[in-house]
């Protein structure tokens, strides 16, 4: 007599297959589950983490008040002034840079005793951004240091008070070391 094999497997093979089964299933849900973790975080840390993503500073205040920011923006145009805005391209060894602001009206006079203030932040970082006076040293010039150390593009805004009505200028800079 020839012996047969059982096709069915036995009761215990089954429950070792299934226990295999379970144990593969979880373990694929949990390996997804931190791939899944792993790229959240990732994606976390990019997003806070990089200085170049930064919000310019008071951006929320600015655009909730856009009219009188606009106007600002436009006054001394509509006066009638010309504002230059230097930078110096030269920085000394701490890395600042002088930061002059020239106004004059319209007939060409010189425009003393306003309140001029800088707010300064480099595009690449603008999280890090540094306010700063510029006091007067007459002829219509308004000087003041600021920390500049890094090449790039760099933003100037300059508040004017003391005008009349409020007054803002915005400049773009690149600079190079």
Known sequence: MSSKTDPTPSVETQQK???RAKRFYISLVLLL?????????????LAIGDPALAVVPDYHQAALNWDTSHRASLASDRLGWDVDVIVSNISDAKGQRAISVE???QQGEALDDLNVEAMIYRHADAAAFQAIDLPSTGGGRYLGMASMPQQGLWQVE????????????????ELEN
Request: cysteine-free; glycine content about 12%; overall charge neutral.
């Open 158 to 173: 300059v508040s004017i008070g003391g005008a009349g009505e409020p007054m803002t200028l915005s400049r773009t800079l």
């Open 33 to 45: 589950f931190a791939i899944q973790s792993t790229i959240l975080g990732t994606a976390l840390k």
């Open 103 to 105: 106004l004059h009206n």
């Open 17 to 19: 297959d299934e226990r």
